[in-house]
């Protein structure tokens, strides 16, 4: 469904002015479908890079130290060659918490810090029950919807002109006979 990126921002410790750590990781969040129940109704399947700044430098020295597996997680696989973790929640999965967290340690220098993976899960809204069936609406449909009148050019009209126009309803597929009401008066115009 979603993913979030998130950032943790740390200190060394000691006397040394040196600029901390940003532990960054591409997916801090995601959010899983699904159904009312719970259970997961297609395989999740993401990847997650975690990068490590102190400053304006890149640090490649770190290591992703074991992520201990909650239920639900068929696989979460660290590659420590290319920074990744690998997430993966199969299709028909029921035993998935609706919300959770992994910590992810990140061991730099032999310090280990901490970062957070967070889950949610985003449920279907149950079935309702069938509603009552319908009634076939109206079609009103007319043979012309205008007409242009030629005038001269002070834009009187010289000869009589005569136009039809055919009304038809239909209810559903059933064709209706309508009643046509009083029609607005025009001046010029007379409707018969």
């Not at 068929?74 to 199969?90: A, E, F, L, M």
């Not at 810090?113 to 279907?124: I, M, P």
Request: charged share 15%; with cysteine; glycine share 10%.
């Amino acid at each position: 469904m979603g993913k979030r990126n998130h950032s943790t921002r740390t200190s060394r410790g000691g006397l040394s002015k040196k600029d901390g750590y940003t532990i960054n990781q591409s997916v801090g969040e995601y959010i899983f479908n699904a159904l009312n129940n719970g259970t997961i109704p297609l395989t999740a399947t993401f990847v997650s890079t975690i990068k490590v700044t102190s400053g304006d430098s890149i640090v490649t020295n770190f290591t992703i130290g074991t992520i201990n597996k909650p239920a639900g997680f068929s696989i979460i696989s660290v590659n420590n060659n290319n920074k990744t973790i690998t997430y993966v929640v199969d299709k028909g999965t029921n035993t998935l918490a609706d919300s959770g967290t992994i910590p992810i340690p990140i061991i730099i220098e032999g310090n280990t810090y901490t970062v957070s993976f967070k889950w949610a899960k985003s449920k279907n809204g149950q079935n309702g029950s069938d509603g009552k069936p319908g009634t076939d609406g109206y079609t009103v449909s007319a043979s012309r919807n205008s007409y242009i009148v030629s005038t001269d050019k002070d834009g009187r009209i010289h000869t009589a002109v005569t136009t039809n126009t055919t009304i038809s309803i239909l209810k559903g597929s059933t064709p209706v006979t309508p009643t046509i009401g009083a029609l607005p008066t025009v001046a010029g115009c007379t409707f018969v």
